[in-house]
Nanobody, 114 residues
Framework: VQLQAFGGGLVEPGGSLRLSCAAS????????MNWYRQAPGKQRELVAS???????NYAESVKGRFTISRNPNWNAIYLQMNSLKPEDTAVYYC?????????WGQGTQVTVSS
């Protein structure tokens, strides 16, 4: 599975961004897709996840502000980010998993600053 994330950028506090992740290859095997982020000097953390039946989960820090969604055939996922805060600044990565493997795409930088 190959993943390509895009949509990052510079936004002011309170603003919105929508990240996209295009998936290709053996996407039929995917059972879960996730967005992670890594801020400078910090560990990578799970931001949001979505599984086959559409169930979603979010980190406490983004609940009510971020929404993960996907295309039905797993060829893309999205992360709608609203009410952005400076602490959301990080490199955001998309991740896909099947029963055996985990796949990563390159990151996209999100900077929240006035």
């Amino acid at each position: 599975v190959q993943l390509q994330a895009f949509g990052g950028g510079l936004v002011e506090p309170g603003g919105s961004l929508r990240l996209s992740c295009a998936a290709s290859g053996s996407i039929f095997s995917i059972t879960q897709m996730n967005w992670y982020r890594q801020a400078p000097g910090k560990q990578r953390e799970l931001v949001a996840s979505i599984i086959t039946d559409g169930t979603t989960n979010y980190a406490e820090s983004v609940k009510g502000r971020f929404t993960i969604s996907r295309n039905p055939n797993w060829n893309a996922i999205y992360l709608q980010m609203n009410s952005l805060k400076p602490e959301d600044t990080a490199v955001y990565y998309c991740n896909a998993a099947n029963r055996l493997y985990s796949f990563w795409g390159q990151g996209t930088q999100v900077t929240v600053s006035s």
